[in-house]
């Protein structure tokens, strides 16, 4: 398991390139056959995928959570990003088309997971944070919900967005999460870029081609910086951080965040005329 550590924003000016991936990208989240974890201290988030082939994956609790299962004391926000798949906990049995969700409650019993074909896998990505209640384990058809429209043509970020998990929608203690989704022809998410000092966010970034990659700006809004992100790789935003990217072809991203507040709204957005 990675463990990716806090960093002043104060530091974020003085990162090398290399440096700056170290700490803030997340590269190939999902291997054939295997599971992927990564720790970041911020709000205690763990980030994964999971991509079963001809066998089983059952879900490990990593030493770093020092719990006898990884749901002991947490909840979990799951997108299947690749073929379709099926999430077994204990009795459940729950099947996932691509692009479905499941929320996982505190306290869940150890999820298995597989691929209907082993030939196109299921991707599972994984968020989770700590969770001071148990609310109810729900499946989320993406067949079956409604997203928001933002953007326009002229400004090149025509989007749809889709709330997986958030109140009203499906209940967690802190964990917030969903899609959106890049309409043809636009290349921004997030444009005009925002901050939120009460949560922290991940970005994962999916469908995008093997030619393909998406230019994430990061930092401080007097201070971003670029970090070039492909398809199935995440980049983690501390609160002071901006989150935008533009992709050289089509994709789509999960968003998630966790931290003080489940308000989506609660974001602080950044005049473009104070980037730099
Ligand atoms: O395209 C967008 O705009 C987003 O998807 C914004 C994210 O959901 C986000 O950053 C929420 O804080
Ligand atoms: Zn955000």
Not at 2 to 15: E, T
Not at 38 to 56: K, L
């Amino acid at each position: 398991m990675q463990h990716y550590h806090d960093v002043h924003p104060a530091d974020f000016d003085r990162l090398s390139s290399a440096e700056l991936r170290q700490r803030f990208h997340l590269p190939r989240l999902f291997r054939p056959g295997q599971q992927s974890f990564n720790y970041w201290d911020v709000d205690r988030t763990v980030i994964g995928g999971i991509m079963p082939t001809t066998a089983p994956v059952e879900l490990e609790a990593p030493p770093n959570l020092a719990a006898d299962s990884f749901c002991e004391r947490r909840e979990v926000g799951i997108i299947n990003l690749g073929g379709a798949g099926r999430v077994e906990v204990g009795a459940q049995s729950f099947d996932l088309a691509s692009k479905d969700g499941l929320y996982l409650g505190r306290g869940s019993r150890t999820p298995v997971f597989t691929s209907a074909d082993p030939d196109r896998p299921a991707r599972f990505y994984v968020l989770s944070y700590p969770a001071h209640a148990t609310h109810p384990t729900k499946l989320i058809k993406f067949d079956a919900m409604e997203g928001t429209a933002l953007g326009e043509a002229v400004t090149g970020n025509v989007r749809t967005i889709f709330k997986y998990i958030a109140p009203g929608v499906v209940e967690s203690c802190q964990l917030v999460m969903g899609i959106t989704l890049i309409s043809k022809g636009s290349v921004w998410n997030t444009m005009p870029p925002h901050t939120h000092m009460r949560r922290s966010e991940v970005y994962c970034y999916c469908d995008l081609s093997d030619e393909s990659v998406v230019m994430h700006f990061m930092g401080p809004p007097d201070a971003t910086r670029s970090v070039v992100v492909r398809s199935g790789e995440a980049v983690i935003s501390p609160s002071w951080s901006i989150h935008a990217g533009a992709g050289t072809g089509a994709y789509s991203f999960v968003w998630g965040m966790g931290g003080e507040n489940q308000d989506f709204d609660d974001m602080d957005k950044v005049p473009l005329e104070d980037l730099s």
